[in-house]
């Protein structure tokens, strides 16, 4: 029979942004956001019958999570309705044995039926009806690691007929930046040489394969299950992995995040290009939307009053809006007709450069400093 795994990691519950310069309650939020879509990964395993939820490291973002995360964590896991939910901690949440540590906590609070924190460096037999399966977890225990912990699995002798599948978390060669190699780092042909059917990782924050698949890449990366940062710039994912009897595989990429950053730039020329500007963003969910945006450009005078006055409004319907005004006023012969009488020095001078000046940079400078020197 065909087994059905759900393959999330890198939740970082109980993210807390506290380096960012988001509101209180927009940290608040994407706090929330985390449990949430935690909480839609299970929803969703259980509706396509999952057999297995497996997280693959950093389900929570450090060993010290407030217990009130650990308690909602596993209140959504132990709603899962499959036959297990397998939990390999990773480097933010590596495992430590005493207790009053996380796992610890974590453990006090699962379902021991359903839950298990796969701290040892053995092999996991699950059986579904007829087919058996064969999990080999290699757990992080610290931080930072030169070494990575799945050595101890091309070792195992394997059994043909089972599913056998690796659990893993830590940067592999090629996908990820770990210059120093500080981050459990796996080569690509490690991973091959186990032998196993395939590996579901960690720790990368975007997908891979990129896109679903119907052939066996090897090993997959979930990515984020919702995006942490503007350099996220996917939906956030969790992976649907389907393998039958003949270790046929399909795997589909599911997005799993409700709220998402963009980081725009925009060049501004005329209220056209506003209005523009303003039907993309009337079209994204605001609420559920972290904005960053650039204008550039020149505008009219009143243009560029009515132009602020919207962005004014935009930002309160927007989750986050942060918008850097580069905006400038375009400077035509009305205009100087308006601030400056007719022969004064900058109405001559602003009035040849019209003429003169074919970006309007000069012109622009000259009023700038004429400005200025009002003061
Ligand atoms: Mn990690």
Same mark, same amino acid.
Request: hydrophobic share 40%; net charge negative.
């Given at each position: ?24 309650? =927009?940290? /608040? ?5 985390? $449990? ?8 969703? @395993? ?18 010290? =999570? ?65 087919? !058996? ?13 030169? /070494? ?11 059994? #043909?007929? @089972? ?20 981050? *459990? ?27 679903? =698949? ?5 090993? %997959? ?21 389907? =393998?039958?009897? !003949? ?12 709220? !998402?950053? %963009? ?54 319907? %927007?989750? *986050? *809006? ?23 020095? #900058? ?17 622009? $400078? ?10």
């Amino acid at each position: 029979m065909a087994i059905k795994i759900m393959h999330t990691a890198d939740n970082h519950i109980g993210m807390k942004f506290s380096n960012k310069e988001y509101p209180q309650k =927009v940290k /608040e939020k994407l706090l929330e956001e985390r $449990l949430n879509a935690l909480k839609r990964i299970v929803d969703n @395993a259980n509706e396509t019958h999952c057999h297995f939820l497996v997280i693959a490291g950093d389900l929570f973002d450090s060993v010290n =999570v407030k217990s009130g995360d650990i308690k909602a964590t596993v209140k959504i896991l132990n709603s899962f309705a499959g036959e297990a939910v397998l939990i390999v901690p990773g480097n933010h949440d590596f495992f430590e044995s005493s207790s009053g540590t996380l796992w610890d906590k974590f453990h006090k609070e699962a379902d021991e039926q359903k839950l298990f924190i796969l701290s040892e460096y053995a092999p996991q037999e699950f059986n579904i009806k007829d087919q !058996k399966l064969v999990f080999f977890p290699a757990c992080c225990k610290s931080k930072h690691s030169e /070494e990575n912990m799945i050595g101890w699995v091309a070792k195992e002798t394997l059994e #043909p007929e @089972a599913i056998n599948i690796g659990i893993a978390h830590g940067n592999v060669e090629g996908m990820g930046l770990d210059e120093r190699e500080k981050y *459990f780092n796996m080569k690509p042909q490690e991973l091959k040489d186990s032998k196993l059917d395939f590996w579901l990782l960690g720790h990368i924050h975007v997908p891979y394969p990129k896109t679903s =698949v119907s052939t066996n890449p090897g090993y %997959f990366m979930p990515a984020t299950h919702t995006p942490d940062g503007w350099d996220r710039k996917h939906g956030g994912y969790c992976w649907l992995i389907e =393998v039958d009897e !003949k270790k046929s595989i399909k795997a589909d990429l599911i997005e799993t995040g409700s709220i !998402k950053f %963009f980081d725009l730039k925009w060049q501004l020329n005329s209220l056209d290009d506003f209005e523009k500007l303003v039907m993309e963003l009337n079209s994204l969910d605001k609420l559920n939307s972290m904005l960053r945006i650039e204008l550039n450009g020149r505008l009219k005078m009143e243009d560029l009053a009515k132009a602020r006055n919207k962005l004014q409004q935009l930002n309160d319907e %927007f989750l *986050f *809006f942060q918008s850097n005004d580069l905006l400038n006023e375009y400077i035509d012969q009305a205009y100087i007709n308006a601030l400056y009488p007719n022969d004064s020095i #900058p109405h001559q001078l602003l009035s040849s450069l019209i003429s003169a000046d074919d970006d309007g940079l000069a012109l622009q $400078l000259a009023n700038e400093l004429i400005e200025k020197s009002k003061l």
